[in-house]
């Protein structure tokens, strides 16, 4: 049985049966039948579908956002804004699809010639529990409407609203089966991915899980994009606005629990502003509320699972072994759930899991440094490259970091890492390769087909 555990009260929310190998299989040669079908439709009948599921996603939203802050403990506000989230995204495919997709004529010495894009087929998606309804979203919403299947291995622990995304796509109208949940466990994504009715793989999670994905699609030779973890860096140089830069980096470190794979993880400071930014990082971390999710003042819940709670606090002990200095938090509290403080570690060098590793909580490091150039080498210094910013007064100084210093997919200025449906969204590096949202994501699996007319 698969069971999906309530992280605040440690209780069973639900066990699901796990689906045989009969069953997965009869799902997703269902799924290929209905995208047979559906990929002869027109972008009208599938904007119109795909504006209804964002209807029932608004209509729905208390509820969906009650089942997200049940499994995995989102602070309430944040689920509903999630859900909003999801819905944005619905409509902007549904309204910039076609567009995207156009034949793009290319001149030749043919009478005509062109690029076509033709949809693949049933798409699997290995999905994470951090953003247990974003995640799925900003995978179906293009991969519907450029005429592909999908179906959906969430994580074990986020079963209900896996399920409910299935509901939600069948109550928007769309055919039964060309949006499936697999409830099966994560030993069996080998096997459905060798399925003749697979064509291609998409996975957010850890760099072990893109690895065995990576494999197992390569050996069958089958296209995959990954979204993988990040130790996201952001840089606040001299002539940073301190005040709004500390609360933004507060932000960014704290939503979600701190368990997001762009979260600030860390905060590479210039001397000159450096105790400065402390002190107001420190004070406004101290500002955030921690406890129950379902209580709307609250501004952090418990983390997904007692393990991975359990994990984070190893990799801060390793670390304050190793030198690193504890100014905030740091210790297990005394109350049921799988809850971590808001923790502030400074001191921080390499050869500590808190700059090394992904920590997946809200745990801040804080690495002090001379200039702009130490500053950029030890951002880059990691073997991820999904987020990265910089804060500074400065608009160009600050555009010519993003774009020509920091090495990762996403580079932002004076403000937090993000993704948002109309820009394109990955990492390089142990962070994953391949695009997600926006023209670039939707044509990721896509048969970009030559059409050459002498």
């Known amino acids: ?79 509903k804004s999630e859900v909003e989230k999801c819905a944005w995204v619905c409509d902007y495919f549904a309204d910039n699809s ?34 247990p309804f974003w995640q799925v979203f900003r995978f179906a919403a293009p991969n519907l409407m450029a005429g592909n299947a999908g179906v959906l291995k969430h994580s074990s622990n986020v079963t209900g609203c896996a399920l409910a995304i299935e509901e939600i796509f069948r109550e928007a109208g769309f055919l039964e089966n060309l949006f499936r ?52 860096p ?24 701190g368990q997001s794979c762009i979260a600030a993880k860390r905060f590479i400071v210039v001397e000159k502003v450096y105790d400065k930014f402390v002190g107001l990082f420190i004070e406004k971390m101290k500002a955030k509320k921690m406890g129950d999710p379902f209580d709307s003042a609250n501004d952090l819940g418990p983390q997904a699972k007692n393990d991975l709670r359990d994990e984070l606090h190893q990799q801060v002990l390793s670390s304050l072994m190793r030198g690193a200095e504890l100014l905030l938090g740091g210790k297990i ?8 403080p808001p923790t ?4 921080v060098k390499s050869g500590m899991p808190a700059y090394d590793e992904e920590l997946f909580g809200p745990v801040a490091s804080i690495i002090k440094v001379k200039d702009e150039i130490e500053g950029i080498k030890i951002a880059n210094d990691t073997s ?33 890492v993000k993704s948002d449906p109309r820009l394109p969204f990955g990492g390089i590096k142990e962070s994953g390769y391949g695009r997600e949202l926006s023209l670039f994501g939707i044509k990721e699996f896509m048969n970009i087909k030559t059409v050459y007319v002498k």
Not at 23 to 52: C, P, V, Y
């Open 234 to 257: 952001y840089l606040i140089l001299e002539d940073a606005d301190i005040e709004t830069s500390a609360g933004i980096c507060v932000n960014s470190r704290l939503i979600n629990g």
């Open 384 to 416: 991820f490259g999904l987020g990265a910013g910089v804060f500074t007064a400065d608009l160009e100084r600050g555009e010519r970091i993003a774009k020509k210093e920091l090495n990762a997919g996403c580079c932002f200025v004076n403000d937090f």
């Open 344 to 347: 502030v570690l400074a001191n």
């Open 181 to 232: 949940t697999l409830i099966v466990s994560s030993k069996n994504v080998k096997h459905i991915i060798g399925n003749k009715n697979i064509s291609a793989v998409t996975l957010t999670g850890s760099v072990p899980a893109g690895r065995s994905v990576a494999s197992a699609a390569g050996a069958v030779l089958k296209k995959t994009v990954l979204e993988l973890g990040g130790s996201d």
């Open 1 to 79: 049985m698969i069971k999906s555990i309530n992280p605040t009260t440690g209780e069973v929310v639900n066990s699901y049966r796990e689906f045989t190998t009969e069953e997965t299989e009869n799902i997703i040669t269902s799924s290929h039948n209905d995208f047979l079908l559906w990929q002869k439709t027109d972008f009208g009948l599938r904007a119109e579908k795909m504006k209804n599921a964002s209807n029932v996603l608004r209509s729905k939203k208390d509820k969906l956002a009650e089942i997200m802050t049940l499994e995995m403990g989102k602070p309430i506000n944040q689920s």
């Open 333 to 340: 509290p005394e109350m049921k759930g799988a809850y971590y």
């Open 98 to 131: 076609e567009k995207f997709l156009a034949d793009e004529i290319i001149k030749t010495d043919a009478s005509k010639s062109f690029a076509a894009y033709m949809p693949l087929g049933v798409v699997l998606a290995v999905m994470p529990w951090n953003f």
